[in-house]
């Protein structure tokens, strides 16, 4: 089954063709940062207006090239939610056009839940061993900073989440105090290689470092606006430049690091999860790459980390995520709403192998009869 996937949750305008929800046949992304560029983020409306004028050509571009036609995708998935109302407004309507034109079935496609997918693209085994799970799973972007668990059944649930800013905001934040532009964990990570993270001591907010003991019901739960104000009193009214400036940024980054590796591991010991996933534009970060990988090896847990292409904002995660949902017969069809918040009520994930083998054998049942 070819799905054609269309993204327009934030600054990205990204179509994709997916086939079976695991091979990429195409992908294409269109970045509009350098429109967003002097505002320091990202404008809703002029978001909007830069959709409706790339996202026909990116659909022409990924069409062209999977070497399909836009009669061989049997179903389009759109994201829906979470995102800025204009932006997600332009994709959903252009999705409907595309699926009315062809008859197709359209399914709404949560971009958290996509982001999450893109773990499952690295490692198809998610897919179909349930002996992978339970999960823990770190979705860390610019808009969320979540633990999940998935049980092997699909059953997901949301342990811990960010209180304020999420960990992607709090590098793009901690840019802007520095004077660096936009999007900032790009420019702080590459500042920070050149910088002693010791050279400076931020705080590890709702961890229990600093003598603070943390509340139960945080213990998963992050906050990342203090350690923004930290920045801010360590900079003064002067963003410095130089050495310094890279010990700012490579302190800050550990910071925001740290505290990501401690509470996802920390989270997947309590479920003894069996793999941990982490996702999100953050996990681009090869040094919050590379943290995970030296801790999921201490404690002798898989861990799968979304390719750094999928990572950032994609179409590939939309059109792979939705093929299960269109497999399973869960499409809102011309009745798919766009929302500016998550839906924590997921349901059962269909992607999960559990969910998934129980879904084949239902499919196979049927055809049997
Ligand atoms: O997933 P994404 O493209 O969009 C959202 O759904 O939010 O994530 C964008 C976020 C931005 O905040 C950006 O600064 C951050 O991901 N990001 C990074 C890196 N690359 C992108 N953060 C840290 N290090 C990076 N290399
Ligand atoms: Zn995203």
Redesign the pocket.
């Known amino acids: 089954m070819n799905v054609l996937g269309i993204e327009t949750?934030?600054d990205?305008t990204a179509a994709a063709v997916v086939a079976d929800g695991r091979h990429v046949l195409s992908s294409v992304v269109s970045s509009q940062i350098a429109a967003h560029a002097g505002y320091g983020g990202v404008v809703p409306e002029l978001a909007a207006r830069e959709h409706l004028r790339n996202l026909g050509p990116v659909v022409a571009a990924a069409l062209r090239e999977s070497r399909l036609g836009a009669c061989d995708m049997d179903a389009v998935a759109v994201t829906c939610r979470p995102g800025l109302i204009p932006a997600l407004l332009v994709g959903v309507a252009y999705a409907k056009g595309i699926a009315a034109a062809g008859s197709l079935p359209l399914v709404g496609i949560d971009?958290f839940l996509g982001?999450l997918y893109s773990c499952f693209l690295a490692e198809p085994q998610l897919l179909d061993d349930s002996a992978w799970y339970p999960l823990v799973a770190a979705v860390v972007?610019?808009?969320?900073t979540a633990l999940l668990t998935v049980q092997a059944d699909g059953t997901t649930r949301i342990v811990g989440q960010t209180l304020d800013d999420a960990a992607?905001?709090a590098?793009?934040k901690g840019a802007r105090i520095l004077n660096l532009g936009y999007?900032?964990?790009?420019l702080?990570?590459r500042l920070a290689r050149q910088g002693d993270p010791a050279g400076h001591r931020f705080p590890r907010a709702l961890t229990g470092c600093g003598g603070k003991p943390v509340r139960g019901e945080d213990r998963f739960n992050f906050s990342f606006s203090g350690l923004k104000t930290a920045l801010l009193y360590a900079v003064g009214t002067t963003p410095p430049s130089g050495q310094p400036l890279h010990d700012l940024a490579a302190a800050y980054q550990a910071a925001i690091i740290d505290v990501l590796v401690r509470k996802t591991f920390d989270a997947a010991a309590h479920v003894s999860a069996r793999a941990v996933l982490v996702c999100?534009?953050?996990a681009?970060?090869a040094a919050l790459r590379t943290a995970m990988n030296e801790r999921a090896g201490e404690a002798k847990v898989r861990l799968v980390i979304a390719p750094a292409k999928y990572?950032?904002?994609n179409a590939v995660m939309i059109a792979g995520a939705g093929y299960h949902y269109v497999r399973t017969g869960r499409c809102d069809g011309m009745e798919t709403r766009v929302s500016a918040r998550l839906d924590p009520a997921f349901g059962v994930l269909p992607f999960a192998a559990g969910a998934w083998v129980q879904a084949s054998g239902e499919d196979s049942a049927a055809d049997a009869n």
């Open positions: 949750s934030c990205e971009h982001h972007s610019g808009g969320h992607g905001e590098f793009d999007p900032g964990g790009p702080i990570e999100g534009g953050v681009c970060n990572c950032t904002d």
